[in-house]
């Protein structure tokens, strides 16, 4: 029997688990490691009493008819309607004969997505729309300069060297500096001047002003870009009851699973990988290695690496997020929009922060993911404030009380939060390598894969083990087709091509 050893227990090593276990069961031995103690990686959901918060909310979406197959099997989509729905009368698409999810817990949700902009007070569509209620939120003065710096950007074109570039080129100045400058600055710790133009190609083709005046003549129909998808299935519990599903699975089926065991070394001989060290001294052996951890650390692990590399590989650049839970009993935003939801909150899953004057990046309204993420959904509202930072940074070495209090100060600034609605309960979670970025040493990337992939026995995948920006489907393919590599001893291609499609599935 041989042993593959998978290492971080993601979405995408556990999917890779899956398959070795699908395919190869009677030939391999599988074993996750896991370093922190909780199964799902950056798609984990953290449990706070008697509410549950998402690192960010995640939406199941996925291209791919196999991840959505696999979903389906792991978790059925609602048969009947979940508990604001009942309580609000709301229509639903169930799926008739799925589980009811006030009884069973094995379900997904469908899930409406509402995302909008909030900027000067006011909510703006996400992607922006064309219609009186945006002018009017813009004002007349803003709007004039708006229309004439599009114009003048449609006929003058700057040689695209920048995202800024990018995004003048194809939205004005004016607009640029409203939408995009300091979101895009807030996510990356970079101005988009410094930002390579490719990123923009890739995060947001196919969203233009064009785009947004078509829609106002033709709304329906047509072929839809994917980033404006508009329902999404998601776990009643949170992504990461998806993933501890998987998890419970595995192990019955005779996965094995280790937690709070970090892999700190890789051993090789001959081209080949031959065993791991872990953080507490322990050496496990193996046939082939599945590494969902980051190229960085993975690099660090092995000794002997060509001094370039090396050198690459520990400058590859990250960003870190913290996001705070806040339980308050009600927001000061109203819910303008003719969407029904319990005590009339707004019924945005998740709302772009653009106003200058707060670091914040994003609010989630978990009652809208799914209302069994809530302590009581009928009293409560359960926010998740995001925060982009750097690990090491202000943000990042202030205390949770410290930051607490400074987000709650930024959402009452903004008008979010009333100033004497009372704070009930509050979480803070910091997450490190949430972003793999592209920027600095990742011009030579090339280099360094070239490197690891000389390996014969080693599989990198998922997004930070490829150190690319994956959605969890991406994440989940990479670790299908890995699997196959190594059972039918094709090469590497297709792990490395997943997600590298041109047209991309959502827009941030
Ligand atoms: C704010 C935010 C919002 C997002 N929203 C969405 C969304 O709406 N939809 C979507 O599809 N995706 C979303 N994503 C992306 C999604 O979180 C990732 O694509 C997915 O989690 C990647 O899975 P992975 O297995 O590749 O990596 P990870 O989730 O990072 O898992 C890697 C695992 O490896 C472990 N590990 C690391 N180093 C070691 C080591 N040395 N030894 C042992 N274990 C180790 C880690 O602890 C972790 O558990 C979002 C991400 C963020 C940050």
Redo the contacts with the bound molecule.
């Keep these: 029997m041989k042993t593959a050893i998978i290492?971080?227990?993601?979405?995408?090593?556990l999917t890779a688990a899956y398959e070795m276990n699908r395919i190869a069961k009677k030939d391999w031995k599988v074993v996750v490691?896991?370093?922190?103690s909780?199964i799902?990686?950056?798609?984990r959901t953290a449990v706070h009493g008697a509410s549950r918060i998402d690192?960010?909310?995640?939406?199941?979406?996925s291209k791919s008819q196999e991840v959505n197959d696999l979903w389906g099997r792991l978790m059925p989509v609602q048969g009947v309607p979940s508990k604001d729905d009942r309580l609000l009368d709301r229509p639903c698409n169930v799926v008739p004969g799925g589980p009811d999810p006030e009884k069973e817990d094995r379900v997904m949700l469908r899930r409406r997505r509402v995302s909008r902009i909030y900027y000067l007070r006011h909510f703006f569509d996400y992607p922006i729309s064309i219609k009186p209620a945006t002018f009017l939120a813009m004002g007349l003065v803003r709007t004039w300069k708006a229309g004439w710096s599009y114009l003048y950007s449609a006929f003058f074109k700057r040689p695209e060297k920048s995202l800024e570039d990018f995004y003048i080129n194809r939205f004005g100045k004016v607009l640029y500096s409203m939408f995009f400058e300091d979101y895009t600055e807030k996510l990356w710790g970079v101005h988009p001047s410094k930002i390579s133009p490719e990123w923009g190609a890739q995060r947001v083709k196919g969203l233009s002003l064009w785009k947004a005046l078509l829609n106002v003549f033709i709304p329906k129909g047509g072929k839809k870009e994917t980033s404006l998808i508009e329902e999404f299935i998601y776990p009643k519990k949170g992504p990461g009851q998806l993933w501890e599903t998987l998890a419970d699975d595995l192990r019955a089926s005779g996965v094995e699973i280790r937690m709070q065991?970090?892999?700190?070394g890789v051993e090789s001989s001959e081209g080949r990988v031959t065993g791991v060290v872990l953080a507490d001294g322990t050496r496990l052996s193996c046939d082939a290695v599945f590494s969902?951890?980051?190229v960085k650390?993975l690099v660090a692990s092995f000794s002997g690496v060509p001094a370039d590399v090396a050198g690459i590989a520990a400058e590859l650049p990250y960003r870190d997020?913290i996001t705070v839970g806040l339980l308050v009993d009600k927001l000061a935003i109203k819910n303008g929009t003719k969407l029904k939801t319990v005590n009339d909150i707004v019924p945005d899953t998740w709302i772009y922060v653009q106003e200058r004057e707060v670091r914040m990046g994003r609010i989630q309204i978990f009652n809208n993911w799914s209302p069994y993420m809530v302590d009581d959904v009928t009293k409560h509202v359960w926010v998740g404030l995001?925060y982009f930072c750097t690990e090491g940074d202000r943000f990042w070495t202030m205390t949770d009380r410290e930051f607490t209090d400074m987000a709650v100060g930024e959402l009452r600034k903004i008008g979010v939060l009333g100033e004497d609605t009372p704070v009930l309960d509050s979480v803070r979670i910091k997450?490190k390598k949430?972003?793999p970025a592209y920027f600095g040493t990742y011009s030579e990337f090339g280099k360094v894969r070239a490197w690891l992939d000389g390996f014969s026995n080693l599989y990198c995948?998922?997004?930070?083990?490829q150190h690319r920006y994956?959605?969890?489907?991406?994440?989940m393919l990479?670790g299908l087709e890995a699997a196959r590599s190594l059972v039918n001893g094709t090469g590497k291609d297709a792990v490395w091509n997943v997600n590298t499609e041109e047209e991309y599935h959502?827009s941030k």
């Design positions: 290492i971080g227990a993601g979405p995408a090593g490691l896991e370093e922190s909780e799902g990686g950056i798609s690192i960010g909310g995640h939406r199941f979406f065991s970090c892999v700190t969902s951890m980051p650390d997020f995001e997450v949430a972003y995948i998922g997004r930070n083990g994956n959605n969890m489907d991406h994440s990479c959502e």
